[in-house]
């Protein structure tokens, strides 16, 4: 196997937008609400260039095995909604918070993201494996136990993250297992496979539409801290 870089590969770079507004509420309650959005682009990838070509099987650059080539030709997208708050009860008492709702698509997750189908990246653009819709974090410092004991529990929640689901065969000849399957239309098709996530065909026809990349999402995830001092 072959590995190079593209002619015309770039550094990806980001243009993002911020805009935010913070209010001094009651009680001490200091509330914040921002939005970020982002957009990256000549974001990398790679791609087998000498992959067979789809109906001929015919190699572009012969019979040289397989050229993985990193490119700069994929696209981010991001947008957040982020709010924070904090309180101080006096000196005793204090919590904060976070709170992020996220939406990230791409139709790359980094250099070493290679596409379905090495001729077509029109599938690819989808779920960024960093699209964890909601993540929420609360904290908090409490000091009036008694022998100066300090208290300062600390949580975190977060939504799934996304994955990518594969059919685990490489029906295409370019020695990679990135083939995806297509949601089932004909649940009796022999190869039909069931799972939570649908009901997909393994063995799409040519020009069948396959599922987005990062289709599936993994559990929800929560953690509880507290650490203790004197």
Same mark, same amino acid.
């Given at each position: 196997t072959i590995r190079q870089t593209a002619d015309d590969l770039q550094s990806?770079?980001?243009?993002e937008t911020a805009f935010s507004v913070e209010r001094q509420l009651p009680r001490n309650v200091t509330l #914040? /609400? #921002?939005y970020i959005g982002a957009r990256t682009l000549h974001v990398l990838r790679s791609r087998n260039i000498n992959a067979p070509a789809p109906g001929t099987g015919a190699r572009p650059f012969g019979n040289v095995g397989n050229i993985f080539q990193y490119e700069s #030709?994929? /696209?981010?997208?991001?947008?957040q909604l982020i709010v924070n708050f904090n309180n101080r009860l006096g000196r005793r008492f204090s919590l904060f918070g976070n709170y992020v709702l996220n939406f990230a698509k791409g139709d790359?997750?980094? =250099?070493?993201?290679?596409? =379905?189908?090495?001729y077509d990246l029109s599938s690819?653009?989808?779920r960024s494996a960093i699209d964890v819709r909601h993540r929420f974090t609360l904290g908090g410092a409490i000091n009036a136990l008694p022998w100066g004991v300090r208290l300062n529990p600390f949580l975190i929640v977060t939504t799934g993250r996304p994955f990518n689901i594969t059919t685990g065969r490489d029906t295409n000849g370019d020695a990679l297992f990135t083939e995806r399957p297509a949601l089932a239309t004909d649940f009796g098709k022999p190869g039909v496979v069931a799972?939570?996530?649908?009901v997909f065909d393994p063995n799409p026809l040519p020009g069948e539409p396959i599922i987005p990349r990062n289709f599936g999402s993994g559990p929800s995830f929560f953690t509880i801290n507290l650490r203790?001092?004197?």
């Open positions: 990806p770079y980001t243009i #914040s /609400v #921002s #030709s994929g /696209v981010f997208n991001q947008n790359t997750d980094g =250099a070493n993201t290679f596409p =379905a189908n090495q690819e653009y989808g799972t939570p996530f649908g203790i001092s004197r």
